[in-house]
């Protein structure tokens, strides 16, 4: 599985986007998929995850409320709308997914077999 993201840049406080995560490969739809942000000089950290059904969604506290996470299996691609953004969103994102058919959604970057290379995200007070 490859994992391309995008949709970063550079936004004020307050402000919205949204990220996109496109994957090759025919499994996409049998996998949760799972969104990761990285600061400078901080550990990477999970963000949020959706079920490869897109029934069940999962969310960090601090992003609970303003984003968003969605899929949409016939084009292979999951999406983070972000909204209210802040300067401490600030990070580079990426995209995971997991193996096939797990039936829970889970934080840990361990859990997650491929990941995207990272789109940049600034936000700006």
Sequence with gaps: ???QASGGGLVQAGGSLRLSC???GST???RNMGWFRQAPGKEREFVAA???SGDSTY???SVKGRFTIS???AKNTVYLQMNSLQPEDTAVYYCAA???YKTYLTSLRD???YWGQGTQVTVSS
């Design 28 to 30: 996409f739809s049998a």
């Design 98 to 100: 997991r193996p096939t």
């Design 1 to 3: 599985v490859q994992l």
């Design 111 to 113: 859990d997650y077999d």
């Design 22 to 24: 496109a994957a090759s």
């Design 71 to 73: 899929r949409d299996n």
């Design 59 to 61: 969310y960090a506290d």
């Design 50 to 52: 959706i079920r490869w």
